[in-house]
């Protein structure tokens, strides 16, 4: 069983940065395909980046591509998501989760974290 907690959001203004944690617990860890995901009011959750945590491969959604990082810290057992150049439509609740890839490259999630708002506004 992974437990995942996230950390980091808060509010920033249009251009700016954020960086979010999420600290994994487990022993299966290194099996596991990591990302995140974000949900805005009213909107469905979609995919936003994933990384696997043994090879380091990365993918991102096309709404966030060259913007924002996927990273992680093994030692720690933490992977980060480093937003930048933001943009009011990337308010949302961001989640952390892992599991596997899936079709497109997109995550297949099996474990969730609890989430962590960003709010990007001036």
């Known amino acids: 069983q992974e437990q995942l907690v996230e950390s980091g959001g808060g509010l920033a203004q249009p251009g700016g940065s954020l960086r979010l944690s999420c600290a994994a617990s487990?022993?299966?860890?290194?099996?596991?395909?990591m990302g995140w995901f974000r949900q805005a009011p009213g909107k469905e959750r979609e995919f936003v980046a994933a990384?696997?945590?043994?090879?380091?491969?990365?993918n991102y959604a096309d709404s966030v591509k060259g913007r924002f990082t996927i990273s992680r810290d093994i030692a720690k057992n933490t992977m980060y998501l480093h937003l930048n150049s933001l943009k009011r439509a990337d308010t949302a609740v961001y989640y952390c989760?892992?599991?596997?890839w899936g079709a497109g490259g997109e995550l297949q999630s099996d474990y969730w974290g609890q989430g962590t708002q960003v709010t990007v506004s001036s």
């Open positions: 989760a892992a599991g596997r």
């Open positions: 487990g022993r299966t860890i290194g099996s596991y395909v």
């Open positions: 990384l696997s945590w043994s090879r380091g491969i990365t």
